[in-house]
């Protein structure tokens, strides 16, 4: 297995178990996935929507509602896919980091994903 680098950032991707059907999130698309998010260089997890209390998150992908490597990192995902996003410090949090999650500047981040509803 390889990682496919996004089309125009260094935010690479992996395909951990192909989704069905011939839907998928597209730029303008809201999708609701399930994540874990991890800081690379210290395995720390900051956030899951698996843990008690969370819920799937849903949001618009392709328009800038979210940290660029995540919102791009996402297009030509389908329908129960599992995707892990390696995402550089430039293309998440960068020099700001996000201390309230525990993510240090320019930390580089691995999300987990999973597609649950695609409209």
Not at 60 to 75: E, F, T
């Amino acid at each position: 297995m390889s990682y496919t680098t996004v089309p125009g950032l260094a935010t690479k991707y992996l395909v951990k178990v192909a989704g069905t059907g011939a839907a998928q999130i597209n730029k303008g698309s809201t999708g609701t996935l399930h994540a874990t998010g991890v800081v690379q260089e210290s395995g720390k997890k900051f956030w899951s929507t698996k843990d008690p209390g969370q819920k799937p998150f849903t949001c618009k992908y392709g328009v800038g509602q979210l940290i660029k490597g995540w919102d791009m990192g996402c297009i030509g995902m389908k329908l129960g896919e599992v995707r892990e996003l390696i995402i550089p410090g430039k293309e998440g949090y960068g020099r700001d980091g996000f201390p309230a999650w525990g993510i240090p500047a320019d930390a580089t981040l691995v999300f987990t994903l999973e597609c649950l509803s695609i409209q």
